[in-house]
C-alpha cells in the first residue's frame, strides 16, 4: 500500500509562488505516473498537472500551462507542483495522486489508486 504525504501549502499573495510537496511511501515510485488534482470551495475534485514515471511527459489543464511545473525525483520518491503567478482562483485543497497501473499520465480522476491527504493553497487578490 503506497501513502502519499503532501506538503508545501499556505496563504500566498496574487502574483506569488509555492512549491507544493508529495513524498510516496512503499511500491516502486518510478514505474506509475502522478498527479495533482485541486478542489475549491462548493466544487468537484478536478485534475491540475500528471507525470509519467519516468517524469519526461506531463500533461496540464489549460488554466495553469505556462504558471505551473509538475516534476518528480524518483531518487527521493516526490513529486512537485511548482505554482508561479498563482492568482486567487488557484485557491483550493491541492491533492497529489498515483496511478500504479499506468506508466503514462492521466488526467482522469477515476483513474488514480492513492491519494494524499491534502494541502491548502490559498490566494489572497
Known amino acids: 500500500q503506497v501513502q502519499l504525504v503532501e506538503s508545501g501549502g499556505g496563504l500566498v499573495q496574487a502574483g506569488g509562488s509555492l512549491t507544493l510537496s508529495c513524498a510516496a511511501s512503499?511500491?516502486?515510485?518510478?514505474?506509475?505516473?502522478m498527479a495533482w488534482f485541486r478542489q475549491a470551495p462548493g466544487k468537484e475534485r478536478a485534475f491540475v498537472a500528471a507525470?509519467?514515471?519516468?517524469?519526461?511527459?506531463?500533461v496540464y489543464v489549460d488554466s495553469v500551462k505556462g504558471r505551473f511545473t509538475i516534476s518528480r525525483d524518483n531518487a527521493k520518491n516526490t513529486v512537485y507542483l511548482q505554482m508561479n503567478r498563482l492568482k486567487p482562483e488557484d485557491t483550493a485543497i491541492y491533492y497529489c495522486?498515483?496511478?500504479?497501473?499506468?506508466?503514462?499520465?492521466?488526467?482522469?480522476?477515476?483513474?488514480?489508486?492513492?491519494w494524499g491527504q491534502g494541502t491548502q493553497v490559498t490566494v489572497s487578490s
Open positions: 495522486a498515483a496511478d500504479f497501473r499506468r506508466f503514462n499520465p492521466s488526467t482522469r480522476l477515476a483513474q488514480y489508486d492513492s
Open positions: 507525470i509519467s514515471g519516468s517524469g519526461r511527459d506531463t
Open positions: 512503499g511500491g516502486t515510485f518510478s514505474r506509475y505516473s
